[in-house]
């Protein structure tokens, strides 16, 4: 008799603990993102000390890397992608778009810094975030107009920067979801888990709404024309 009448007593120790336990995740998740916040500010504060904007050229603090890139016909070597997965701190030098590039409808999957012949240029690559998985980029953008990004054509090139053929590979890449890129059988279900991280961090990002790039550049049209 007695060890029944403990049992209800035990099961509801357990299960506080298990809250706890929850709770302190969720105050875990909610630091991460603060931190993440917190670096983005300190990288475009480094980036204004670093480099002065001009018309002409954009400001970036960016870790130097092998080769030069003072003509046309030098190219960038091909380098590892750098891990911006949720929660993961980026190396010193590399600016955060993580909290700037979320889009209703979309999951960030990665972006890229390219030198070009009109400076450094960045583009982002989202993943459709429910429905059929679709695949988009930006237009390759300078630094200052970058957290306006969105997508601008379909793409899946979110793996390595290259959209085509014959394409220079990018300075550098930073995979912000690599388990969602196309190459991965298991993108479509493994969709959720990343949402599930993305909220805790505190992202309010509208995940159900179903984002179409054609509905989309409609919109803006209607809405530029005044229709």
Request: glycine share 6%; aromatic share 10%.
């Amino acid at each position: 008799m007695k060890k029944n009448d403990e049992n209800p007593e035990i099961a509801a120790q357990f299960l506080g603990q298990m809250q706890n336990l929850q709770n302190l995740l969720d105050q875990v998740s909610l630091l991460e993102a603060r931190i993440s916040t917190m670096t983005a500010k300190l990288n475009k504060f480094s980036e204004n000390l670093e480099e002065p904007k001009t018309e002409t050229r954009c400001s970036s603090s960016i870790i130097p890397f092998p080769g030069t890139f003072s003509r046309k016909t030098d190219k960038q070597p091909i380098l590892a992608p750098f891990n911006g997965k949720p929660g993961v701190f980026l190396p010193p030098g590399i600016p955060d778009f993580r909290p700037h590039l979320q889009r209703n409808g979309l999951i960030l999957l990665a972006w890229d810094k390219r030198i070009t012949e009109k400076g450094k240029l960045y583009s982002a690559y989202w993943v459709t975030s429910s429905g059929i998985p679709r695949y988009y980029a930006s237009k390759p953008l300078r630094i200052q107009d970058f957290t306006s990004a969105s997508p601008d054509h379909k793409s899946y090139a979110a793996e390595d920067g290259i959209e085509f053929y014959g394409q220079d590979a990018p300075a550098y890449i930073v995979h912000v979801a690599p388990e969602l890129m196309m190459s991965n059988p298991r993108h479509v279900e493994l969709r959720a888990s990343h949402i599930k991280t993305l909220k805790r961090q505190g992202s309010k990002v509208d995940f159900n709404y179903k984002y179409l790039l054609k509905t989309d550049k409609n919109r803006c049209s209607r809405h530029q024309t005044g229709a």
